[in-house]
């Protein structure tokens, strides 16, 4: 695999291993670490699946920069309006979250060495200078996802040094509540971290001089590594905490207080891989809008950068904190774009009457009964984020 075909895997990887990956010991270990983690399994299996599809109508359509060119090459005028309207709300609701997220993360960083800015002042600086990245092209924030990716790795594994020698074995059977209904609930926090399948077009288009089974992999590997980082950060936290203390933490600060308190400057570790993970998530939500809508547009790289950072940007600043709650919707959202979607494409691309690229074509393995089961999966997510 070559550095190009590891900057894709990687910005796979750092767009779905975001700031969520915190909470997830808060959501999953009521429900005692091995339904926990055959739930994770789950719904990494469905949604690494939904990539591959989306990775073949992408390869068997011909390409293009963002899931615009794709929608309309395989679904139509009608199609391609209902995809970009699924995008838009997704990846705006998602950015809006990240700017917030950012921006109070950067005034608190400046604040500690001198500098006041307000809250809306530090979003515009992280949007911009972020921005700026992504403005250059996917080879600029390939290179900046790689450090930070790295960067972040580092933290998490100095984080399990302090927590994985401590771990309490009685912890893994405890088990507070086991209402399946209840652990159903909770596929929507795993799903959306593993919500990835926004830049497949993109770094399809990075690597487009790679074989079909290297960007196969390239797709695969870059789910694993956050399943594996999810899986670690669960064990740890679920093995130094009792499931009793973990339930009633109403966000991930009290959950980092609580294990600084019992590690010195563990603190500043986690604040730091926390603002790791919504830099690199925000690299790759923010590139895949800003490649659907030079795609789309078709304008130079100013109008391209305003169209995709100022709504995101007011968003932030007039919605502030209260805006967070909304991204609950999200999941919906995320379920008809990352798995319908990519099965209406999938279907199109492979009838009799869809005109395909010339040459081999890739087809992701399972036929229709695969095909069945992805669609039973993305049921199973509404059911259970409706219920």
Known sequence: MNVKLIGGMLLIAGTALGAGMLAIPMVLAQFGLLWGTLLMLAIWAGTTYAALLLLEATLRSGGGVGMNSIAQKTLGKQGQLITNALL??????????????????????????????????????????????IAQGTASVDKLNRVLFIAMIGMLFITLIFLLPNIALDNFQQQSNDNKIELIKNSAVLFTSFGFMVVVPSVVKYNQEATYQQLRNMVILGSMLPLACYLLWLIAVVGNLPATQLVNFQNVSELITMLSAEYQNLAVVLSVFTGLAIVTSFLGVAMSLFDQNKDLFKTNKLTTFLTTFSLPLFGAIWAKEQFIGVLGYAGIILVFLAVFIPMAMVLRVRSTHFKQVEGPFYQVAGGKSALLGCFAFGGFLLFSQLI
Do not use: H, K, N, R
């Not at 709300?89 to 950012?102: D, G, H, N």
């Open 88 to 133: 838009y709300c997704l990846v705006t609701c998602l950015m809006i979250a990240y700017i917030v997220s950012a921006g109070d993360l950067v005034q608190q960083l400046l604040a500690q060495v001198g500098v006041e800015l307000g809250l809306w002042e530090s979003q515009l600086l992280f949007t911009g200078v972020i921005g700026a990245f």
